[in-house]
């Protein structure tokens, strides 16, 4: 059974939303009127609380396979009791807490020493989940870890669900829910990139600056709802200019978290980067020169890239995904065969995708044609990418009414050889400086300005919190009623209560644990 069974188990039979309680593990479900829950503001909890099971879980928290090393995590209320039956100190009596110790680990049965290990007890709360967990660093080989792993079990742990361990934690306080979801980020970080923006977030740059922007509009609501909820007690009126004002500024606080999402994506996943231009131009040998390998087949026959191909290219950090596209035909009535056509239509899908277009020109051969209708074409398919023009076959020198010609196109222009490596550094740090000037942000004085924003149940939150704000603002000046205006102020509460686990579901809880790895 997992950790939501017991949970659901153990719930009101009532429809509700759950949050996470500020005192203990604990979730409580939101009965409120309002349908906002916020942990720790008085009147807004339910009336039952539901505590986390009592059991204590058990897994590997290392890869699967034959290492040096192997840690094997354990948490929850027995650990004290396993430690008892299976840990055997060397040179010591004493169980010290966060103090790293040899010990044999041993069958409870039997006696049977299993493992010679290093490990540590932590009590709670002050641990990773909150309670008390016991880390054991045994042999890595799969026969000695699975050994360890079988004499916890036997010892009355039981093995942990996906996430478990970090859901224990959101669950008893430790992290929020941006928190939680930032330890996946970080362990499925491509660069160098994606891992600092997760550990930005799992440091609290987001639960802070949604935290902030939450406060505010609490006090806004509170103010507006005082007006009607407390009519009879000469509560006066709110100033309706002000609070235009007040809620249009925290909205536009949040479309600047959605804005960031560009950059957020690029962070995350990387920069995309489609190479085209006219057949047999130098796109395969560029490409391959850039990767410094040769993944794409090359031949002096035009049109032999018929599909596409991507490869991701690490610059200083970020991730470059570059993808080698068909030629595309400079005669615009020449009618195209089967598998040329298909391979244009894919390299149009491509370009539609890119972050960036590198056009790719042979500046050995240079007649002119088609380079104004090719140019064309990317900024029709992909209008807010950067585009960069790569002068091919450099080593064989550039024909004058190319440099000529060069001279009326204002974006960035790199000579190159595939054949020599000239120019290929160049082009590289080139894409460099401008996949990290896509990634960031507007700038701004408020925290939300600063911060950029990576998942997509993240920016899906924020953009209904935008939305609702709108509605707000648009109610103020067509003068609605303060309730109806109050209404979609708490439907925006509600909105970024879920983004850092406020206000969260139990299916939401279950489909973003139920990614994460075994042992995290």
Known sequence: MGFLDHIRERRTPSPCRWHRSAI????????????????????????????????TIVAVATPHGEGAIAVVRVSGPDVSTIIRRVIRWVGTRKL????????WVIDANTGEKIDQVMAVYMAGPSTYTG???????CHGGLASTEAVLSAVINAGARPANRGEFTLRAFLSGRIDLTQAEAVLDAVRAP????VEVAVDHLAGSLARAIGLIRDNLIAVDAELEATFDFSDDDVPSIDRTVLRTRVDAL???????????????????????????????????????????????????PGTTRDTLEETLDLDGMAVILTDTAGWPVDALRELGIVERIGVDRSHDVVKGADAVIHVVDGSDWSGVGFDTHRGLISSLASGATQVVAITKADLGADPALRAHMTTYLGSTVAVSAMTGEGIDTLRRTLGELALEATKTGG????????????????ALLGRTSGALGRAVEGIIA???????????????????????????EDVLSQIFSTFCIGK
Not at 261 to 267: D, F, L, T
Not at 268 to 285: E, T
Not at 444 to 459: D, Q
Not at 481 to 489: E, F, G, R, S
């Open 251 to 301: 909205r536009q606080q949040v479309d600047a978290l959605v804005r960031s999402a560009r950059a957020g994506r690029i962070r995350r996943h990387g920069w995309r980067v489609a190479i085209v231009g006219s057949p047999n131009a130098g796109k395969s040998s560029l490409f391959n020169a850039l990767l410094d390998r040769p993944r794409a087949i090359v031949t002096d026959e």
């Open 131 to 137: 309670e008390p967990t016991l880390e054991i660093m």
């Open 96 to 103: 010290v807490s966060r103090r790293v110790a040899l010990a």
């Open 444 to 459: 701004g004085s408020s925290p939300a300005s600063s911060v950029v924003v990576t998942n997509p149940r993240h920016i």
């Open 479 to 505: 003068g609605l009623p303060d309730d109806v205006v109050a209404t979609d102020l708490r439907e925006a509460l509600r909105t970024l209560g879920e983004v850092t686990g406020q206000t969260v579901t």
């Open 24 to 55: 203990g593990n604990q979730m409580m479900p939101a009965t409120t009127s309002t349908g906002i829950a916020t942990v720790g503001q008085e009147g807004l909890l339910g009336e039952t609380v539901v505590s986390a099971p009592g059991d």
């Open 191 to 194: 660069t160098r990139a994606g």
